[in-house]
């Protein structure tokens, strides 16, 4: 009896897809880092000390996560491709 061949012409491809993601999940949080920097910035001016704009910021910001991993978590449970679904969104 021998053994099963594996063929090896996809291990490219899925590395590739895997790069790609790995890419655009750095990309992702680099645009939410920017967009709290930003924020702060304006609040500042609108709020005038440093301390209270970070904290509203990021009391928004953790919020968001909860709201979005709640939500998120549930939708890909119910979904057979989560990572087309992160990607849609």
């Given at each position: 009896?021998?053994?099963?061949?594996?063929?090896n012409?996809?291990?490219?491809?899925a590395r590739?897809?895997?790069?790609?993601v790995?890419?655009?999940f750095?990309?992702s949080g680099?645009?939410?880092?920017?967009?709290?920097?930003?924020?702060?910035?304006?609040?500042?001016?609108?709020?005038g000390t440093?301390?209270?704009?970070?904290?509203?910021?990021?009391?928004?910001?953790?919020?968001g996560?909860?709201l979005?991993?709640?939500?998120?978590?549930?939708?890909?449970?119910?979904?057979?491709?989560?990572?087309?679904?992160?990607?849609?969104?």
């Open positions: 009896m021998t053994a099963p061949r594996h063929d012409h996809d291990a490219p491809k590739y897809l895997f790069l790609a790995l890419l655009f750095f990309v680099a645009c939410g880092l920017l967009y709290q920097v930003v924020w702060t910035r304006k609040l500042v001016l609108l709020i440093t301390s209270h704009a970070v904290s509203a910021v990021l009391s928004i910001f953790f919020t996560l909860a979005g991993s709640l939500w998120g978590g549930r939708m890909a449970d119910r979904t057979q491709r989560p990572l087309r679904l992160y990607g849609c969104f």
